[in-house]
């Protein structure tokens, strides 16, 4: 498996408080992404890094900001949780380029009660 | 707007039988085509891919078929096997822009022993 480890694995929150979920790569690739997957959705990004601080918004993207300070970790929170954002959410990474492949990462099941 | 549309959503077939995953995009600045497969419990991981430069890409059992006047794509999966259940994901991006990967909404594949 691709160097991607993202935390929790699983999370059980309440209406209105804040989340952050952590996605930590080892591969020194300069993409990272951040996509929700919902039955009948498929995959949606939420929001992409192209670089330590450059950070742009995906399709759903509100409701939601990220940080990258390092290469390696990407951060995803939800600033103040909802139902809606109940989902599975999955950290990807990629070098870029011809032929890029993206790896993904176990994925992060939220509930938000 | 939902930029690739995959059919069908679900696709049961039997041991030894031919599975077929069709997908249109819309933007043709799009060059780069990959499919992902999934398995409950993982992360997406990269299958099979081709670019628009050729009409056909096969890795074993198998095979992209590409339509660039037709903007559509599809995946056929010869001799299906109860190891290829999982879900299918096709994708589209730009490489060389944002790399943004779009994906389907997913198809779940059964296959029958």
Not at chain 1, 73 to 81: G, I, V
Request: net charge positive.
């Amino acid at each position: 498996d691709a160097g991607i480890t993202q935390s929790p694995r699983h999370k059980v929150t309440e209406t209105g408080t804040p989340v952050t979920l952590r996605c930590h790569q080892t591969e020194n690739h300069r993409y990272m992404y951040w996509y929700r997957q919902d039955p009948g959705h498929g995959l949606r990004l939420i929001h992409y890094s192209y670089g330590v601080k450059d950070t742009d918004k995906g399709e759903v993207s509100d409701g939601y900001s990220v940080s990258r300070s390092k290469t390696e970790d990407f951060l995803l929170t939800l600033e103040s949780a909802t139902s809606s954002q109940t989902s599975v959410y999955f950290c990807a990474i990629s070098r870029g380029g011809r032929n890029t492949e993206a790896f993904f990462g176990q994925g992060t099941r939220l509930t938000v009660v | 707007q939902q930029q690739v549309k995959q059919s069908p959503q679900s696709l049961i077939v039997q041991k030894g039988g031919i599975s077929i995953i069709n997908c249109a995009y819309e933007n043709t600045a799009f060059d780069y085509f990959p499919w992902y497969q999934q398995f409950p419990g993982k992360g997406p991981a990269l299958l099979i891919a081709i670019r628009p430069d050729v009409s056909e890409k096969k890795e074993g059992r198998f095979t992209i078929s590409f339509n660039k006047s037709a903007k559509q794509f599809s995946l056929h999966i010869m001799d299906s096997q109860p190891g290829d259940s999982a879900t299918y994901f096709c994708a589209a991006t730009m490489e060389g822009g944002s790399e943004k990967l779009v994906f389907g909404k997913g198809m779940k594949l059964t296959v029958n022993p």
